[in-house]
Every structure is written in structure tokens, then in C-alpha cells.
T-cell receptor, first 114, second 113 residues
């Protein structure tokens, strides 16, 4: 089955710095890679996603890169702000019995200090 | 407002009792999912349903059961056979399948003593 490894588990940065979170996956058939942000006491929310026919995608201060050959993808947050503090999860799709589900990484707690 | 709701937010049960967690969505989504979240473990898939009256086991289905009698509802029962039921449970839905954006509910924290 699919296995998704996520690093680092915690990341502390100063406001205005950049933050990078990296994930690797094992199933070469995976072709959808979303990133979710979870604030304390809430459910995760999609912040950006990328599909296998694209190498990079940007949305304002957030970008995701995908290297299908190496089976890794990364989340880049520039000009970090205190409200970026949250737990971030990467995920990779996998086919299972004719259906598609997501396998999540274990999460990265991002702390942005003012 | 469209969205996905879970109730209650906190639930306490005695060991040996079955308990049912509610999940309702008014997004007209076909697919629904249940995840379990433990500290440092990410989200693990318990059960999912792509369509009414059909559901599939996820990675950690043992000790859980679900039903999908209505498109809007996907309740999860934590049975007494679940060895370590204390956790944070998240329900999600998506338009059609796993490669569509999943919308999550606020979660239910279950404590079994």
C-alpha cells in the first residue's frame, strides 16, 4: 500500500521567513497530492493541491512542487505570518478496489514567532 | 450555510459500550469518509463510502462499523471490540472520490474510560 513520509515533524520560524515541508510517497501510481492545514480544535482544510501532470503550482504565498521521478513533493510558504501557525498534512492518492482514497503524512506543526 | 457537521464535539463513554458518532453534510457530495486522528499519527482512514448503500473498509476498520442509508449521513459506530477507542474522529466528504477536495467536519473527541 501507499506510504507517505513527512518531515520535519515540527518547524519553528520567525515571522517573514520561509518554511518548507517535505513529503515522500511510495506508490508510483499516485497522481494527486493535496496539502491540508489544521488549526487547533478544527478539521483540516485544503490549502493547495497538485496533480502529476504539473511540476509546480503557486497560490499567493504558498507553492507546491512535485518530483514524480524521485516521488517527493514539497510545500513552500513564503513571508510567514503568525496566522500560518498550524499543523500541515501532505497526502497522496492511491487506488483501492476501483476507488481512490488519500494516505496522509503524520503532519508538521509549524510555529511562526512574531 | 453548506457544510459538514459532526456531533457531539466531546463524547464520553464507559468501556464495553458501543457509541455512534454523527456526520451530516448538505454539500450534495457523493463520497464520505471517516478518519481517526491520534497525536503524531496523522489521519488514518477508517471507512469510506462513494455512494449511498455502499461503503468500503479503510486501513483501520477493525472495531468500527458504518452505514450509508442517506446521501447526507454517514454515522460511525465505535464498538466494544475496538481496543483503543479514545481518539479524535474526523468526518469528511468530497464531490465524487478521493482525488477531489475533501471537506472536513470539526471532529468529535471520544474518551472511553
Amino acid at each position: 500500500g501507499e506510504n507517505v513520509e513527512q518531515h520535519p515533524s515540527t518547524l519553528s520560524v520567525q515571522e517573514g521567513d520561509s518554511a518548507v515541508i517535505k513529503c515522500t510517497y511510495s506508490d508510483s501510481a499516485s497522481n494527486y497530492f493535496p496539502w491540508y492545514k489544521q488549526e487547533l480544535g478544527k478539521g483540516p482544510q485544503l490549502i493547495i493541491d497538485i496533480r502529476s501532470n504539473v511540476g509546480e503550482k503557486k497560490d499567493q504565498r504558498i507553492a507546491v512542487t512535485l518530483n514524480k521521478t524521485a516521488k517527493h513533493f514539497s510545500l513552500h510558504i513564503t513571508e510567514t505570518q503568525p496566522e500560518d501557525s498550524a499543523v500541515y498534512f501532505c497526502a497522496a492518492s492511491r487506488a483501492k478496489g476501483g476507488y481512490s482514497t488519500l494516505t496522509f503524512g503524520k503532519g508538521t506543526m509549524l510555529l511562526v514567532s512574531p | 450555510d453548506g457544510g459538514i457537521t459532526q456531533s457531539p464535539k466531546y463524547l464520553f463513554r464507559k468501556e464495553g459500550q458501543n457509541v455512534t458518532l454523527s456526520c451530516e453534510q448538505n454539500l450534495n457530495h457523493d463520497a464520505m469518509y471517516w478518519y481517526r486522528q491520534d497525536p503524531g499519527q496523522g489521519l488514518r482512514l477508517i471507512y469510506y463510502s462513494q455512494i449511498v448503500n455502499d461503503f468500503q473498509k479503510g486501513d483501520i476498520a477493525e472495531g468500527y462499523s458504518v452505514s450509508r442509508e442517506k446521501k447526507e449521513s454517514f454515522p460511525l459506530t465505535v464498538t466494544s471490540a475496538q481496543k483503543n477507542p479514545t481518539a479524535f474522529y474526523l468526518c469528511a466528504s468530497s464531490i465524487a472520490g478521493g482525488e477531489d477536495e475533501q471537506y472536513f467536519g470539526p471532529g468529535t473527541r471520544l474518551t472511553v474510560t
